[in-house]
């Protein structure tokens, strides 16, 4: 679950926009924070964004599914509530800080 330090890097950047935006590696991937709330999970060079039931259904209408892993003690892959985010919104700053905010409200509201 590795995250190439120029695509982070490159995300970070593409992510100015929305505000102070910092990472944190975990677990060989990397989350994206603003103000203390994770709102972004990086695995693999995947961008995945918090999503909630206000805004999941904006990333299945783009065909985008959740992050999963398999964990040791399940059958089934576990599901995250975190969606790949559109390839087309990682390439436009504007698209993706709009989705990191959508994401990062998603993320506070979970928090509360």
């Given at each position: 679950?590795?995250?190439?330090?120029?695509?982070?890097?490159?995300?970070?950047?593409?992510?100015?926009?929305?505000?102070?935006?910092?990472?944190k590696r975990m677990?060989?991937?990397?989350?994206?924070?603003?103000?203390?709330?994770?709102?972004?999970?990086?695995?693999?060079?995947?961008?995945?964004?918090?999503?909630?039931?206000?805004?999941?259904s904006d990333f299945?209408?783009?065909?985008?599914?959740?992050?999963?892993?398999?964990?040791?003690?399940?059958?089934?892959?576990?599901?995250?509530?975190?969606?790949?985010?559109?390839?087309?919104?990682?390439?436009?700053?504007?698209?993706?800080?709009?989705?990191?905010?959508?994401?990062?409200?998603?993320?506070?509201?979970?928090?509360?």
């Open positions: 679950m590795p995250v190439s330090p120029e695509y982070l890097d490159y995300l970070l950047d593409m992510l100015t926009p929305l505000g102070p935006v910092q990472s677990f060989g991937g990397a989350g994206l924070f603003m103000d203390g709330t994770m709102f972004g999970l990086i695995v693999d060079d995947v961008l995945y964004l918090k999503a909630d039931e206000q805004t999941q299945e209408d783009q065909g985008m599914g959740p992050f999963t892993y398999q964990k040791k003690s399940r059958k089934e892959p576990v599901a995250l509530s975190y969606f790949e985010a559109p390839p087309d919104v990682i390439e436009d700053s504007d698209a993706l800080s709009a989705w990191g905010r959508k994401a990062w409200e998603a993320a506070r509201r979970a928090a509360k």
